[in-house]
């Protein structure tokens, strides 16, 4: 995690004691999402080698290898083609044909050593279901509201009109934290960030790719971007946001191609809006949808954006405790991306490109 230091009038009026609470929170949130992003990699390494295990239970240890050493030369053939192949509909319709002579070979292999599919699909439909069920809580989603667009009967003039504190570009501060990881077979996912405080943007692309993957493959980014400011809650209450969003490019797309026939795959691309109070602790985060989108099968193509270049979207958010009149608190506003996969024999390619300006942010205390 990395965050901009505070410009010194930006701070002027915050006493040292709330400044050093918020570096030291600072500290243990870094520390913590390190922790939980070791953490989930450790479970699904455990989830995967139970996996094996199970898998060897009904295919036998000589005819799994017999299945790892038959399938190779296919992998390698198709692996070959998609790095010389030229990218044209010729290119692409060879590399689809070998997708297909393979998945109609491994079945005629199956066959031949009499594998049991219907034991094994069971097996393998509650392995995804535990490891889905893990990737969802290390996601630790706290309410997610769908996003929302600003009702036309609430104009911008009665929103200025409550008491609201309204911030603008530049921004006191941004900050951003990350984590990624994937198994042996995935391409490292490629990621960046769009971030300056000065205009207001924000947001990351993101890219997971596997070509060839094995049969319990994965790969995630998660990318938060955001602005934090001071703000000294007037009244006793919850503290209410809104967020501003103004899209810049905001395009997700995939593709799923299946590589052996006993297969299956899952992507999830998600965008949230979120609130975070730093200082007073424990940092606790609250989300709001702004993309969801999951998709499952063997074979898909997909390219979608959330809405046009220009276009806005508002989020509506409370912080998870109430604070006492005269508190000041750091306040973390901003976006996170999630885009993640999990494969069975199936090549894979998720990108998302959300990259926004926050064009401003209200803020005031729910008992105001």
């Known amino acids: ?38 953490s989930l990699s450790k479970k699904i390494t455990s989830l ?23 399938r190779a030369p296919l992998r390698e053939k198709i692996n070959d083609l998609e790095v ?71 104009s911008m003039e009665e929103l200025k009109a409550t008491p609201w ?8 501060a941004d900050s951003f934290a990350y984590s990624s990881n994937r198994s042996d077979e995935p391409d490292n996912p490629v990621f960046w960030r769009y971030l300056n405080r000065s205009s207001g943007q924000l947001g990351s692309y993101t890219r997971n790719r596997v070509s060839g993957a094995d049969d319990s493959d994965y790969a995630y980014v998660r990318y938060q971007t955001a ?3 001071w703000y000294r809650i007037p009244d006793t209450g919850l503290t209410e946001v809104f967020m501003r ?24 691309q998600m965008c949230s809006a979120y609130l975070r109070v730093i200082t007073p602790g424990p940092g606790a985060i609250r989300y709001g949808t702004i993309l969801n989108y999951v998709r499952t099968g063997t074979s ?43 494969s069975n024999d199936v090549s894979i390619v998720s990108t998302m490109n959300m990259n926004w300006f926050l064009k401003q942010i209200y803020v005031r205390s729910t008992a105001a």
Do not use: H
């Open 227 to 229: 602005m934090r400011f």
């Open 1 to 38: 995690m990395f965050n901009a230091g505070f410009d010194s009038e930006a701070i002027r009026e915050v006493p040292s004691e709330a400044q050093e609470q918020a570096a030291k929170i600072s500290l243990d949130i870094e520390q913590e999402e390190l922790r939980e992003a070791q």
């Open 245 to 268: 969003l103004q899209a810049i490019d905001t395009a997700y797309s995939g593709s799923f191609n299946d590589e052996w026939g006993w297969s299956d795959a899952r992507c999830e």
């Open 165 to 172: 504190v309204i911030l603008d570009p530049a921004y006191p």
């Open 84 to 154: 010389k192949a030229t990218p044209t509909v010729k290119g692409q319709a060879e590399i689809e044909e070998a997708q297909s002579q393979a998945v109609g070979k491994s079945q005629q292999f199956l066959n031949e050593i009499g594998f049991d599919m219907v034991r094994a699909t069971s097996m393998r439909e509650g392995y995804n279901a535990r490891l889905d069920e893990v990737v969802s809580q290390a996601r630790g989603k706290l309410e997610e509201p769908n996003y929302l667009i600003l009702p036309e009967v609430m």
């Open 48 to 70: 995967n080698a139970d996996y094996q295990k199970e898998l060897r239970l009904i295919i036998g240890d000589r005819n799994l290898e017999r299945y790892y050493e038959f």
């Open 300 to 342: 898909a193509n997909w390219a979608n954006q959330i809405t046009a270049p220009g276009n806005e979207r508002w989020a509506n958010l409370f912080s998870t405790s109430s604070y006492n009149a005269g508190t000041w608190l750091l306040l973390e506003v901003g976006t996170e991306d999630w885009n993640y996969f999990r």
